[in-house]
């Protein structure tokens, strides 16, 4: 298949979150085998596929000016008697469906997250221009199974999706409706998948799910996230297994332990709280106090004492007093976070949150941004300051900026530069760690790698 020349290109431009990463890398897989090949620049390409994401006003307004510039790179095709299939994917396409259609013109078809595996069909249909022109039905199971299991990673680290989908229904949160319901993989398609990666030299796997350990899918190891991870920790090669984005309310105690005895789970968790607030968040619907959480933290310490921690925020739900503000500082003073996202509440339409009183000033809203990220970033130099002098395995990931000079991640998942050279790509090799910035470690070789 890939000794075929490819005869047409593709272009895949990816928003969000690491979940789209994996859909637009399966897309390529799925697509190769009937003649596309990368494009480097949407201009180039025969098919324009943009992988879009909803969770706030901003991404999604992204989207469309996306699109009006592809338009017109559509139209000088044209000009030049060419075409250019364009195809709008991802949760935009599930929320929005005909809608982008109505706005833009130039898009040939949107196709929600659960519907790849129609792509084909849905290009030859927009190939002859007539028929429909949607797809975005909820079936996981037969995207999963449609898409062909030959995987092409194109480094050392992958991504692998074991769950989609939501029930939390926070109020603020548009997934539950873009990816629909929970839903978990087969253990033994996981296992598959993994196996494949591994044997194409794959050392690091991130098992990705809208709520990742509310995993349950049928195992010989035990159910949910914890039997899954044990399975895999037990694949020849595959050394490093992280997961993400859990949900405070699924973290079992089995999972804990994993955490304790499974020396390939890495020490990191992005456990996203949101507010420090208790009534905010019963109005956000997180069924979990900042207490009930900050208590979490500790017993997975105690199990597991290096784990980092790292989280999400929104400043400026509906009705977040300056003391509700406060109480999530608190959180944050006595958490502790290796790192954190931390975003303006933005109203969605359709969630119940954009229903309620109390909406908020934008000034109100970038003010406390700034004061939660001036804190989040002492916490994350403190962190990365407190690796300075310890001696890391680091895995090698790809080429540094300088020449002569690698990178590669920390078990806290931290970058860390190092002069050594290109054969160490693809190895976990000692690193002493000398210098600490914002964003990033730098590190010698210990005396016996070198
Ligand atoms: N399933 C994950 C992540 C979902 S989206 C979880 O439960 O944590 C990633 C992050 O986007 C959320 O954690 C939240 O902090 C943020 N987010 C979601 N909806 C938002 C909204 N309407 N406005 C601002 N941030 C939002
Ligand atoms: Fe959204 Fe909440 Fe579900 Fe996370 S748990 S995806 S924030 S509804
Ligand atoms: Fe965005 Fe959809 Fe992911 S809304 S964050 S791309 S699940």
Redesign the pocket.
Known sequence: MSELAPVKRLYIKTYG?QMNVYDSERMADMLAPLGYGVALRPEDADLVVLNTCH??EKATEKVYSELGQIRLMKLARQAEGGTMTIAVAGCVAQAEGEEILRRQPAVDLVVGPQSYHQLPELIARAHRARGERLAADFAPEEKFDALIAERRPTGVSAFLTVQEG?D?F?T????PYTRGGEWSRPAGDIEAEARTLAEKGVREVTLLG??VNAYDGANDTGSGLAGLVRRLARIPGLDRIRYT?S?PRDMDEALIAAHAEVEALMPYLHL?V?SGSDRVLKAMNRAHTAESYVRLIETIRAARPDMAISG???VGFPGETEADFEATLQLVREVGYAGA?S??????PG?P?SALPGQLADEVKDERLARLNALLEIQRIAFNSAQVGRTLPVLFEKPGRHPGQIIGRSPYLQSVHVAAPDRLIGEIVPVRIESAASNSLAGTLTLETV
Not at 172 to 175: D, E, K, M, P
Not at 343 to 348: I, L, P
């Open positions: 979150c969770i706030r939501c939390k926070c603020f949160c548009v997934v809208q709520n984005t949900h996203p949101q999400d925020f929104i996202f975003f303006k509440y933005s109203r969605r969630t949150a």
